[in-house]
């Protein structure tokens, strides 16, 4: 399967722990997106990377949140000192480069902050 | 600000008959528009897009059309079968302005009866 891949599914910490997800976009796609999901919303963006470079952040991102795409492929999404607001669906999407982009999600990976 | 809106949260459709799902949008810069689909669990699913030059994509049993002067869009499924039940979101973004990220709206759970 050549889809988008994100690690761990689930993860459950206490308040006050860091956290960091992993995703691996389709090999050929150059954007990656970090995208938060809660109940009975849709996703919420968080930020995308063209190759490696981060070109936009949304202004929600607390200075807690990190994401980084150190050689243009896999991302990673650190949280530091996790609050319970925290707790939610991180989903990651990846898209090739074309205008337009269509995005093609990972699974998620379910956050609970106890 | 909620700038995609998805004004009904449920829908149910019998079997064999079309479902309509509808979105619309404030922005006025928005120009590529997404439809997804989402199981529980799982992460969206690409359906179909429309960039803002169409009024009309189609695709197998899925169609969506873009009023861009009423800022609406649509999403029919003819015949609806019960596997199209799900949630299902339109997504927006701004391409000429640069970017690539998507705006979603909240979601419309569709329950296709058999």
């Known amino acids: 399967d050549t889809g988008v891949s994100q690690d761990p599914r689930h993860k459950i910490t206490k308040r006050g722990q860091n956290v960091t997800f992993r995703c691996d976009p389709i090999?050929?796609?150059?954007?990656l997106y970090w995208y938060r999901q809660t109940l009975g919303q849709g996703p919420e963006f968080l930020t995308y990377f063209q190759n490696e470079a981060q070109l936009e952040k949304s202004r929600l991102l607390s200075d807690r949140f990190s994401a980084e795409r150190p050689k243009g492929s896999f991302s990673t999404l650190e949280i530091q000192r996790t609050e319970q607001g925290d707790s939610a669906m991180y989903l990651c999407a990846s898209s090739p480069p074309a205008q337009g982009g269509e995005q093609y999600f990972g699974p998620g990976t379910r956050l609970t902050v106890t | 600000d909620q700038q995609v809106k998805q004004n009904s949260p449920s829908l149910s459709v019998q079997e064999g008959r079309i479902s309509i799902l509808n979105c619309d949008y404030t922005n006025s810069m928005f120009d590529y528009f997404l439809w997804y689909k989402k199981y529980p669990a799982e992460g969206p699913t690409f359906l179909i897009s429309i960039s803002s030059i169409k009024d009309k994509n189609e695709d197998g049993r899925f169609t969506v059309f873009l009023n861009k002067s009423a800022k609406h869009l649509s999403l029919h499924i003819v015949p609806s079968q019960p596997g199209d039940s799900a949630v299902y979101f339109c997504?927006?973004?701004?391409?000429?302005?640069?970017?690539?990220?998507?705006?979603f709206g909240t979601g419309t759970r569709l329950k296709v009866l058999a």
């Open positions: 997504a927006a973004s701004a391409t000429t302005s640069g970017t690539y990220k998507y705006i």
């Open positions: 090999s050929e796609h150059n954007r």
